[in-house]
């Protein structure tokens, strides 16, 4: 999750917090990737010449990595190309190996790079004997040809400024803020702005199995990778081969419903969290339970209105004091940081920590003032070209969406709707998915939903598992985003059972 987006939903952590049937037979015809050197690709006749590349490996550290060529433009497969960064792990049982596994951390606009070396890290021993683990930052994204938007101060301007959109002067003066920074970035990055929508990034992913040497895509996608996913089901389901989806989107649900739900999910994080910190001694929320929330809500009101100081004098306003929070309810782990805010809040005055944790959601250095990566950006043009036409907000239309995020979460619901989101973005994706009928053909997929999932909340993945013909519904009955990797060992012996013996978890199966 990132900023408030009425029309693209934030759907992943900033941080390193992780992303019936059978699939693929264990005797299917794989062809082995190359161990080294240079290697080509399975392209064919009347496929685009990236498909047929060579791609030349390096050691980078534990893992390998190389630079691949990727249309700029789908619509134009033979045209100019943009660099894709990729890396991998070897499978540690070369004899074997399956095949590769792609991995997507989400966002949109989380590194894949920075994810390989976590999640070997964490995987399970027969996992990584069995595959080549493939990390890569999806096109405008970090080492790939990355997307650029302005400075530090552009981009704090933009996110972090608290909006009060009451007026059709104030609405005006957003949309417009929206078409300057999406021009701005257009200035920067040249037609790269304009196509690095979703579709085209699973596109990408059907040149890295092709040129991984792999007849079929294995795949591991988390939150908004698991959209990524999809959208590569709907659109090569002949080539996928054993697919995981953890902290499922339903991406084909209607703008209001994606932000309900979002807002819903993060206002029962916050009970939950409430009820733990008072069963602390030292708790600084009071009174019963409403009564605590009411305290967070009137935190996150005076930082809008009024702003708060942290220890070195920098302001945290509304939107600063929210990302704070909301980084906290990935995991139940995070927690004490919460309380320990609130602690500093109330007693203090100030709210350094919240300051500081709002620079880990960002991925922006709090000591220097520097964003450490393009996540931010990257998130918002991804999302924009995925979401579509955007109604115009009007005064009496924005009012009705607050009305209705205010009902969803009475703590945070101003905040989803202080942007106007995507209106004014001048450009939308020319290969939308919107629908999974096509995926119907693709090879059965596991779907993983937790239960008090707050960025991708479970119902998502209940409605996306129903889309998917023949797909498998794993429940991870627990708090925070995802599953794999940050729950127990129910959820990863069924991952790792299904991905490397093809055994897909009994249907219905609650971890």
């Known amino acids: 999750m990132r900023r408030p987006l009425t029309a693209v939903i934030a759907l992943a952590a900033a941080s390193s917090l992780l992303v019936g049937c059978t699939a693929t ?24 010449a990236v498909y047929s590349q ?20 789908w619509e134009d497969p033979d045209g100019e190309t943009v660099d894709l960064a990729i890396n991998r792990a070897r499978a540690t049982d070369q004899d074997a190996r399956i095949g590769s596994l792609v991995i997507n951390p989400g966002g949109p606009g989380g590194s894949g790079l920075d994810l390989t070396e976590s999640f070997v890290a964490m995987a399970g021993e027969d996992l990584l004997a069995a595959y080549d683990v493939v990390g890569f930052d999806p096109r405008g994204v970090g080492e790939s040809s990355p997307l650029a938007c302005g400075d530090a101060d552009v981009i704090d301007a933009y996110y972090l400024t608290d909006l009060t959109l009451d007026t059709d002067a104030a609405i005006a003066d957003a949309r417009q803020a929206n078409v300057d920074f999406a021009e701005g970035c257009r200035e920067q990055s040249g037609p790269l702005v304009e196509n690095v929508d979703t579709s085209s990034a699973a596109r990408d992913m059907d040149v890295i199995r092709a040129l991984m040497g792999d007849s079929e895509l294995h795949y591991l996608g988390y939150s908004y990778g698991t959209q990524l996913g999809a959208t590569y089901a709907e659109l090569y389901p002949e080539n996928v081969g054993r697919m995981v989806l953890d902290g499922a989107v339903d991406f084909t649900l209607p703008m209001e419903e994606q932000a309900a739900g979002q807002a819903r999910g993060f206002e029962g994080s916050l009970m939950n969290f409430i009820d733990w910190c008072q069963e602390q001694a030292d708790c600084p929320l009071t009174g019963d339970r409403e009564a605590a929330r009411q305290q967070v809500e009137d935190i996150t009101l005076q930082a809008r209105d009024q702003g708060y100081e942290s220890l070195d004098g920098d302001p945290v306003n509304g939107n600063i004091m929210v990302y704070g929070m909301v980084i906290t309810m990935y995991d139940e782990g995070s927690w004490p940081y919460l309380q320990a805010g609130l602690d500093e809040v109330i007693n203090r005055g100030t709210a350094d920590i919240f300051y500081q944790l709002a620079g880990f959601y960002l991925d922006k250095d709090p000591s220097t003032g520097e964003y450490l990566s393009n996540s931010q950006w990257a998130f918002t043009a991804i999302g924009c070209l995925d979401g579509g036409t955007v109604e115009p907000f009007t005064v009496d239309s924005l009012d009705a969406f607050r009305t209705q995020m205010e009902e969803a979460s009475p703590t945070f619901g101003w905040w989803f709707a202080s942007s106007l989101g995507c209106d004014g973005w001048p450009w939308q994706g020319s290969e939308r998915v919107t629908s999974l009928d096509a995926a119907d053909g693709a090879a059965p997929i596991l779907v993983i939903g937790t239960t008090q999932d707050p960025a991708t909340p479970y119902a998502w993945a209940e409605s996306l598992s129903e889309q998917l013909a023949g797909s498998t519904l794993l429940t991870y009955e627990g708090e925070g985003h995802t599953a794999y990797g940050r729950s127990n060992s129910c959820v990863i012996d069924a991952v790792d059972g299904y991905l490397v013996d093809g055994e897909m978890p009994v249907s219905g199966l609650r971890c």
């Open 25 to 48: 037979e264990d005797d299917a015809p794989i062809t082995p990737a190359p161990t080294s050197g240079s290697t080509s690709g399975t392209g064919e006749a009347g496929e685009p």
């Open 54 to 73: 060579e791609v030349s490996w390096e050691e980078c550290g534990e893992l390998e990595c190389a630079t691949i060529q990727v249309p700029l433009d």
